[in-house]
């Protein structure tokens, strides 16, 4: 893509913006007296976080090879899902670009900011059809594209994705939030390739850790740069930087937990071809399966009596409810009550 200019896609006033710039945060010193943001000299929380998350980004910036400029966190990947709507789509005017189905964020994030979606029906395997999109993109004005990879909450993946990011006039986010459970390679790789695309990451899925709330986004230094200009400058508390620096010098826990939840995928997928009420099994790339029933309403239902909490994607997606993995105790007793509805 030559001559790409980004300012053309954001809106005037995000460009006319100052950010917020926390002085302390930008500037080196070896044993300050903090008296310069009304905080009390008392108590184990009482200084404000890194509004520039500086040492989460230089570990993060290390494990994924890529400047720490390349690097915005969000108060999870919904905050930076809400943070890029704003920066590029004007209110009642522009409109965002999603697959169908999809994660329903990206429209609701896009209706609080009065900007139309438009949603890309996927075809019976659940891929995006390429002579729908060129035909959408060519008659519609459209700047943001979300395309999720593993897609939630079908499971597949995005195939040749590259195509979308090469090919759609505006903005590509790709939203990764469950590619560690997949063989898929990130398109972080592709940044420097495409300076319209952003990638999403979450510690919400694979590091276990949505309590925290904390997202990524990769891009371009410019794109970053918005991001960080738009955010609330203290988003991620003190407290869930600790933990995701702990847990990122700690990667042993998380390959174990990779690990056993795939297992449990694999366990998963042959008990339920065994199950009288389960019509289809469709293949997932994430930590969940979308199960086709023969009664879903009963099969629900009977779950719910049990307290098992599932998410039924019926009528929408017909007969169909998203299953997440569990641990093998949990797995256990889906499997049991599974088995005991009969049709
Ligand atoms: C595809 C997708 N993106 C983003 C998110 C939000 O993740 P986070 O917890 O980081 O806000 C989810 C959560 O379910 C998701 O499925």
Not at 62 to 79: H, R
Request: aromatic residues 10%; negative net charge; contains cysteine.
């Amino acid at each position: 893509m030559k001559q790409f200019n980004i300012n053309t896609f954001v809106r005037n006033n995000i460009l006319e913006l100052q950010p917020y710039i926390s002085f302390r945060d930008h500037n080196e010193f070896t044993a300050p007296v903090l008296l310069d943001t009304n905080e009390n000299p008392f108590g184990a929380f009482n200084r404000y976080p890194d509004s520039t998350q500086k040492k989460l980004k230089n570990k993060l910036a290390a494990l994924k090879e890529i400047a720490p400029d390349q690097i915005a966190i969000g108060n999870g990947s919904d905050e930076l899902i809400d943070l890029i709507i704003k920066i590029f789509c004007e209110p009642k005017k522009d409109s965002i670009l999603m697959m169908n189905p999809s994660f329903a964020m990206y429209g609701f994030y896009a209706a609080i900011n009065e900007n139309s979606v438009v949603r890309l029906d996927l075809d019976e395997n659940f891929e995006i059809v390429k002579d729908d999109f060129i035909k959408i993109t060519d008659e519609l004005q459209l700047k943001v594209f979300f395309l999720c990879s593993p897609n939630n909450p079908t499971g597949n993946s995005v195939e040749d994705i590259e195509f979308y990011i090469r090919n759609f006039k505006g903005i590509v986010v790709v939203d990764e939030a469950y590619i560690e459970f997949s063989d898929q390679k990130s398109c972080i790789g592709l940044l420097e390739k495409y300076p319209n695309l952003i990638v999403l990451q979450t510690f919400s899925k694979a590091w276990g850790m949505a309590g925290a709330r904390v997202g990524t986004a990769y891009a371009s230094k410019e794109i970053i740069t918005l991001i960080n200009t738009v955010k609330a400058p203290y988003n991620i508390n003190s407290l869930s930087q600790e933990l995701i620096i702990k847990a990122l010098d700690e990667q042993g826990e998380f390959d174990k937990n990779v690990k056993e939840i795939l297992n449990e995928r694999n366990r998963l997928k042959e008990e339920f071809e065994k199950i009288e009420c389960i019509v289809k099994v469709y293949s997932t790339d994430a930590n969940f399966f979308l199960v086709e029933f023969n009664d879903v309403e009963k099969v629900y239902d009977s779950l719910l009596k049990q307290e098992i909490l599932t998410s039924k994607r019926a009528p929408s997606i017909l007969n169909c409810i998203r299953i997440n993995i569990g641990n093998k105790e949990e797995n256990n007793t889906l499997i049991a009550t599974l088995k005991s509805i009969t049709s």
